[in-house]
């Protein structure tokens, strides 16, 4: 490894720390419209390091009165070697019930040689890492083993409306060998994993009317169509007790993962009864049966309600029959669906679920398709070997049941391969109280990224 | 009529009116710990007023810590005349949503002859009519036709604890020879109306608790239990899409309305037509087949979901499975049902439609039994002939949907017949923004509440 770099890395681990805290001080929460200035904040945070450290042409992007800025930075000046694009984003999930948290979420907090805050590991953690891998670089040599633009976006957690704008207009801009994107995990502590396949999502809001205004349940119960018993019966209907989804068509062009990948999964260390008791923690695992946890969680479709807003539901009792209630209903797919179909089969069968008396509406608030990477490409087996040589350890693949819309854009669009790389763990809280990064991580991330962008300057 | 007591009514309307202000801007919402000293400041406006139209013995009754006062009174000069118990409720439900109120719930308008506020007529504008229809005589007579104690409780939208505690251990203060209460509504504007008949209610939270915390859809989508999608399996089993609830034994012991009293029904002015156009304002009304809409709002049973807790619902996206999500779910009763056998029969299906992985509970926030009232006594007749009086049209009987307990407590233990005499209207918007009192019934009410004491006190 380059000395000097790596060096760097260690002999700075306490300075990255610190601008990692301030960096988590900021509550960038995109989808809340009362954050807006702080997302700004975070953006123009993210633009001064990486002027700081000697980026060129860095530049926060504007994208209008309902957009979230994109950072993009660029060093170019390493000839005839690979370039990069990489990828993180600087906004984060609400984080409430905020009762739920050790510390307060956005004052980040040291325990166990954990840091815990919202944004910690999602995204914040892993695109600082990216951003401190080029800095060791850029202080100790001046310059870098391979060409590198950064793309980072303010507007992952709501659906990346700007970058999926943005990416299409841009390709000059935006060309590469390939990208890196540093958002997701290790499939167990220690053990160094690409990413190679997401589910995709459809996000939707399912508005149920009833009643012109809130109704006395005494007065009118009996006859007032109820939009909350209306959401509960379309709900139940969507999906059945053993976890199918009876949208029709739903599974349709669904594609199994091949016999190698299944066998790959076989092998990788998975407990299931620890699993259910240290990452759920509920009586009993749910979902389709003939499918493996992985499976299930990888590669099979769901349906989830996230919340349903109407009536009442402070403390104590109100006899209400609401006027209106609201279910937050996302679906994953696995490759081969298609977003727009999914979200016409759904679209119907809510019209066909909705009871009398009651008028449902379907909003989309985003969407994305699944993606799947091909493991047999240079910039895959380098991140491989890069991750293998810092943790000592064979690097495993997994795919991920969660969704990062980007990958599919940037190869759409781009056409390049997408290396996924990153450095959570299974218990890192994602999108829930008490979200975490393991700090040891963090400094093995950039000092993996780091040898990642060696390797490729030496081929 | 006695012509002092009744130009008083008359001559003093605006000051009425202005009484009835000050104390409709008192947010006295019981059920929220947070006006806890609103709730008391509105029982001390009632005491007030109370001694100074010249009742005796005013007394606010505390009830400790986790009560909210009873206000008791009387004046019993009448030697040989009968005595009525007159109960009312100073408390309110909660206001919110907030949004669609056209003018701000604590602050009475008026608009179109009608005030509006929360509380308006449910049930400070009713209470309030009853003590200025004792003020009338009091003040011009220096006494009343009849002895009359007032009981006034706070704590009516919240299961009213405090008086059903306290009216079995004070039979003997509270002894008369019939109870008024003025809580109810008019079958139609225009039509003097005597409530016979009220549905019961049992009020609960079901609670529904699947992984350990939150935790984000897409990593553990497939896999986790979702505790709202299993409130929604429960929720849409209890109740099918035909009205029926499926609580096993929940119909057996309902009693049907006579043949005469649903023949006396069928006579009532009802357009179904117009009904749903302006008191629903759906595109259906809903419920059982086989049955009219009086029969189903007044004496059919009812399963109704008010709100549903856990979760994100909130602007925008967030992908969370919740640890916890808890519904509010009441259920209405008619004649003959037992309250403690239905939570029995509901919890126990309840258990039986949890779904695997989900762990639910049941909390009983108040439950009380229907009650019906003999219209063969003296004191509802001669209420009868007072409405009829005032309003100048021949008094109907009707039934009405909602629950006051007060009214099977003072049955049970008082052993006295229950007037009820309510003078709200149809579009009265109970429980719902925009609630109002129609004030010429605030007017008419008092008048024939006095007629009512002088058509007693002449027997």
């Not at 990692?20 to 633009?47: C, G, M, N």
């Not at 793309?151 to 999926?164: A, D, F, K, R, Y």
């Not at 992985?294 to 996230?306: D, G, I, N, Q």
């Not at 999914?342 to 809510?350: K, L």
């Amino acid at each position: 490894m380059s000395t000097a770099a790596f060096e760097y890395y260690r002999a700075n681990q306490q300075q990255f720390l610190e601008g990692l805290k301030r960096l988590l001080k900021i509550p960038s929460i995109s989808t809340l419209p009362e954050y807006r200035s702080d997302v700004h904040r975070a953006a123009d945070f993210i633009a001064d390091e990486l002027r700081t450290m000697g980026m060129r042409l860095v530049e926060v992007i504007e994208g209008g009165p309902d957009r979230h800025p994109l950072v993009y930075a660029e060093w170019l000046g390493a000839k005839h070697k690979p370039t990069l694009l990489l990828y993180g984003h600087y906004d984060v999930q609400p984080p409430d019930p905020l009762e739920d948290w050790t510390s307060p979420p956005f004052e980040p907090a040291v325990r166990n040689d954990n840091i815990y805050a919202r944004g910690a590991v999602d995204d914040k953690g892993q695109t600082y890492l990216l951003m401190k891998a080029v800095e060791g670089f850029l202080r100790t040599e001046g310059g870098l083993p391979v060409n590198l633009k950064f793309l980072i976006e303010g507007e992952e957690e709501m659906g990346g409306q700007h970058i999926q704008e943005y990416v299409p207009k841009h390709r000059d801009r935006l060309k590469a060998d390939a990208a890196v994107i540093c958002d997701t995990e290790m499939f167990a502590p220690g053990l160094p994993t690409i990413t190679t396949g997401l589910r995709g999502l459809v996000y939707t809001e399912l508005e149920a009317r009833g009643p012109a205004h809130d109704l006395h349940s005494g007065v009118y119960g009996g006859v007032a169509p109820n939009p909350l018993q209306a959401l509960a019966e379309i709900i139940s209907g969507m999906k059945g007790r053993d976890g199918k989804i009876r949208i029709p068509g739903f599974y349709k062009r669904v594609e199994k993962p091949s016999k190698k990948e299944l066998e790959a999964w076989r092998h990788l260390p998975f407990n299931e009864k620890k699993y259910l008791k240290t990452e759920i923690g509920s009586t009993a695992l749910t979902g389709e049966k003939g499918y493996s946890v992985l499976e299930r969680t990888w590669a099979r479709p769901t349906f989830e309600v996230h919340g349903i807003r109407g009536g009442f539901t402070g403390e104590g009792a109100k006899t209400v029959i609401p006027a209106v209630a609201t279910a937050k209903i996302s679906m994953r797919l696995v490759p081969r669906m298609d977003p727009k179909e999914v979200v016409r089969q759904y679209t119907a069968y809510v019209k066909k679920l909705t009871p009398r008396g009651i008028q449902t509406k379907v909003r989309v608030l985003s969407s994305a398709p699944a993606s799947v990477v091909s493991t047999d490409n240079r910039y895959v087996k380098a991140a491989a070997e890069a991750l293998s040589d810092v943790f000592r350890k064979k690097t495993v693949y997994m795919r991920s049941g969660g969704s990062i819309p980007i990958v599919g854009i940037l190869t759409d669009h781009l056409k390049i391969p997408v290396v996924m790389m990153g450095f959570g763990l299974p218990d890192d809280n994602l999108h829930a109280p008490n979200e975490k990064f393991h700090l040891p991580n963090f400094y093995r991330g950039i000092e993996a990224v780091g040898r990642y962008f060696e390797i490729l300057g030496q081929e």
